[in-house]
Structure formats: C-alpha cells, structure tokens
C-alpha cells in the first residue's frame, strides 16, 4: 500500500505482551491507561479492520505532537501474533509532509511480565522525496514508542489491570 521508506525501531516493556496488547486494542483501556495524553479516544467499528479510532489530544500532548487529533484506520488486526497495521489518516507534525502513513507494531513475549514491542512505519512523502530528516523521522517513532511507555507506567503501577 506504501511505496517509499520504512522507519524501525523497538522498545522493551517491563509488562507482558498480553496485558499490552490488551490496552493498544481497547479505547476505553487506551483512555485510562493515557489519563493526561488524551481527551477522548472513539472506535467506529469493533476494533478490526477498517475501524477508524480518534485520539483527542489533551492540550498538553497537542502541543507537544502539533495537532490536537489523530485519526487512524485499522488495515490488520492479528490477535494471535499480537500484531496490529494501522493507516494514519491525520495527525503530528510530521504527518503534513506525508501522502501515506501505515504503522505496525508487533508485540513480543520476552518472559512472564514483559515484553518487546517492534514498531515500523512506513510512509511516502507528499513531493515525491526520499527519507524525511533524521529529526522528523525520530519525531514520527519516537511518538509511538512514547505512547508505549505512558501505557507501561500505568500498567506497572496497576498491576491487576488488565490481568
């Protein structure tokens, strides 16, 4: 679906893969695992593919990300493999130099209570160009993996949750 560049990266998380994988795939979880990143997070559909979610931003994440909504649509969803492919619709500062943004991340076990997840991005560039900067291309994956680390924070200091 995307011709252009991919960007990879990976972050290690101090909770299991299933616990994780609970939250990515749940607004209402996202919404109170993120308390303070977002004002509002609505899923039309059921969560597979062709569900569109939008993030809305609290003021302070907005002005951090440059847009105080992100919208995205669920192209696969891999509830075995723990993987999930999305198509960015709108959203972050760097997507305005984008024509196409698809995100992957993929979570793996790496023992009982904790786990790797693997994000790649792909994406192709309104003016038809290579690779966007070094510093946009860490400002599109380091949101993700941020948002990994807000989920983590909340899922270590509740450790019940989503059991």
Known sequence: MVAGCVIADECALAVSAKRMW?????????????????DAVDVEGDGGPGSITTLTLSAAAAAAAGCSVVRSRVLARDDAAL?????VLEGSKVSGQLKSQVTEVKLEAAGDDACVAKFKVEYERLDGGGALTAEDQAELIGGYLALMKIVETYL????AEYA
């Open 83 to 87: 993987v999930l492919r999305n198509e």
């Open 156 to 159: 270590v200091a509740n450790p």
């Open 22 to 38: 609970k939250v990515s795939c749940s607004g209402d979880a996202m919404l109170k695992a993120c308390t303070g990143s977002f």
